[in-house]
């Protein structure tokens, strides 16, 4: 069965450090590895990745996918308060040719001031 | 430029009723798909539809649920009978073409309460 697993389940920091969030997938015909940030409402779109070793930015955020390890990372530097939200990753199936998601729990990130 | 909407935000309803959840996705997009998020679990996938058509259904429910795209108006998901453990986030999301690699855009969820 297709599963993604995300590392930490939760993290708490402080304003200013740098974080780490890790995602592990097992997805049938996989085609591209999705980040979102999901605060109260709406998940929001940070980063779609297809292929492995390059890395996305966007802002203080990255995001680099490896294919032989089937995982990607997300980083956050210089963290701000505005930060804490739920990081959600997802891996797309192709296996049915519809680009269905399969999303990992989530890592709840806390920055603290 | 409107986001994906859902309506409404919030449902409450007692069991056995019949909970109406919709969905008008993003402007130009015609492919949408529906999640549901249970408490402290991640959002799961229920089903993908174009216009007039269920292209994928292999997450949704046997019974009681299901889903359509009319050629106007929004996409509707359709619960029956309610029972409690359908209580969860519903999520909308929509994508422009449909394409194993186009990124789906999500709304604000429908937070449906069984009581």
């Known amino acids: 069965e297709d599963k993604v697993v995300q590392s930490p389940l939760s993290l708490v920091v402080h304003e200013g450090d740098t974080v780490t969030l890790n995602c592990s997938y097992e997805v049938t015909n996989f085609r591209s590895l999705l980040w979102y940030k999901q605060e109260k409402k709406a998940p929001t779109f940070l980063f779609m990745l297809t292929s492995s070793g390059i890395e996305k930015k966007s802002g203080r955020l990255s995001s680099i996918l490896d294919k032989k390890e089937l995982s990607s990372i997300l980083n956050i530097t210089a963290t701000q308060t505005g930060d804490s939200a739920i990081y959600l990753c997802a891996g797309s199936d192709g296996s049915s040719n519809t680009g269905k998601l399969i999303f990992g729990q989530g890592t709840t990130l806390q920055v603290k001031p | 430029n409107a986001g994906v909407m859902q309506n409404p935000r919030h449902l409450v309803r007692r069991r056995g009723q019949e909970a109406r959840l919709r969905c008008s996705p993003m402007?130009?997009?015609?492919?949408v798909y529906w999640y549901r998020q249970l408490p402290e679990e991640g959002l799961k996938f229920m089903v993908y539809l174009q216009k007039e058509n269920i292209i994928d259904e292999s997450g949704m429910p046997k019974e009681r649920f299901s889903a359509e795209f009319p050629k106007e108006g929004p996409s509707i998901l359709r619960i029956q009978q309610v029972v409690r453990g359908d209580s969860a986030a519903y999520f909308c999301?929509?994508?422009?073409?449909?394409?194993?690699?186009?990124?789906?855009?999500f709304g604000p969820g429908t937070r449906l309460t069984v009581l």
């Open positions: 999301a929509s994508s422009l073409q449909g394409a194993l690699t186009d990124t789906q855009y």
């Open positions: 402007k130009g997009h015609s492919h």
